[in-house]
């Protein structure tokens, strides 16, 4: 289960097929380094994406 405190870089690893539904979020930073700490609600902050809406994509 994919949680708000997810990082990037542990959800990339796990399950590499979630990219196309972060890319398609507007998350288009997802090779920055600092990206791969981030957790996912922190990076929806910043990138103005709701968080419960992407999870609900995530895992489905």
């Known amino acids: 289960m994919i ?3 997810t990082k ?3 959800l990339l690893e ?3 097929e979630k ?3 972060l890319l ?3 998350m288009h930073c997802l090779g920055c ?3 791969q700490a981030e957790t996912l609600e922190e990076a929806c902050d910043v990138h103005g994406i709701n968080v419960d ?3 609900e ?4």
């Open 3 to 5: 949680e708000k405190n």
């Open 8 to 10: 990037i870089g542990e």
């Open 14 to 16: 796990q399950s590499p």
């Open 19 to 21: 990219a196309d539904i």
């Open 24 to 26: 398609d979020a507007g």
């Open 33 to 35: 380094p600092a990206s």
């Open 53 to 55: 809406e992407l999870l």
């Open 57 to 60: 994509k995530l895992n489905a």
